[in-house]
């Protein structure tokens, strides 16, 4: 499985965009870039996956660039209430997939 | 719907002492996973169902942990006797795979506390 590299933490305020880059540099031609949010006392929740290019839904933006060891979560005008931890997977999400997670990274947004 | 339904949501055990943890995931939902959380860590996985197997249980404690899932539904995940490290936050998770096709997102409880005293 490949290995992802995240910031541990980032800090932000409300309504600026953020940026969250992780890295997975033995990404595999079958891999998905997959990534969660989790809040305190909650279990992770799905916000975004992809493969290539550029990914976008109601709640983030994923960039991914061509060579694919690299991807980018967006978050647009974020709030108080995105303050959580971002986590980024990478996996085979055809047939079954083991969702491993790392550290991931503590996102806090300050008023 | 209801999500992914887990029980006890908190318990307080001391150690030497069992325990059991309780999962229900989404209906028509074919893997089921269980994950610990240590404070300031990510999840890590202890066990995946795929249905009624276990397909990777390489992070599962075998000495002290077990685990089972009847009828490819429910699942249990029972520790034996607990020790003080073994405080954590336990959680379940479910996603459906089809054959062949890409996997669905999954979808995680709210987790059940353990404390070890």
């Known amino acids: 499985l490949a290995k992802t590299t995240q910031p541990i933490s980032m800090d932000s305020y409300e309504g600026q965009e953020v940026n969250i880059t992780c890295s997975h540099n033995n990404i595999a031609t079958n891999d998905y870039i997959t990534w969660y949010q989790q809040f305190p006392s909650q279990g992770p929740r799905f916000i975004i996956q992809g493969y290539k290019t550029k990914v976008t839904n109601e709640v983030a933006s994923l960039f991914i660039p061509a060579d694919r060891k690299s991807s980018t979560l967006s978050l647009p005008r974020v709030s108080l209430s995105d303050t959580a931890v971002y986590y980024c997977?990478?996996?085979?999400?055809?047939?079954?997939?083991?969702?491993?997670f790392g550290a991931g990274t503590r996102l806090a947004v300050h008023p | 719907e209801a999500g992914v339904v887990q029980s006890p949501r908190y318990k307080i055990i001391e150690k030497k002492q069992p325990v059991a943890f309780w999962c229900n995931p989404i209906?028509?939902?074919?893997?089921l996973y269980w994950y610990r959380q240590n404070l300031g860590q990510g999840p890590e996985l202890l066990i995946r169902?795929?249905?009624?197997?276990?397909?990777?249980d390489s992070q599962l404690p075998k000495d002290r942990f077990s685990a089972e899932r009847l009828k490819g539904v429910d699942s249990t995940l029972k520790i034996q006797p607990a020790e003080l490290g073994d405080s954590a936050v336990y959680l379940c998770a479910s996603s459906f795979a089809g054959r062949g096709g890409v996997n669905t997102e999954a979808f995680f409880g709210q987790g059940t506390r353990l404390t070890v005293v």
């Open positions: 997977l990478v996996g085979v999400p055809g047939g079954y997939n083991k969702l491993i």
């Open positions: 209906s028509g939902h074919n893997t």
């Open positions: 169902y795929e249905n009624e197997e276990a397909v990777d």
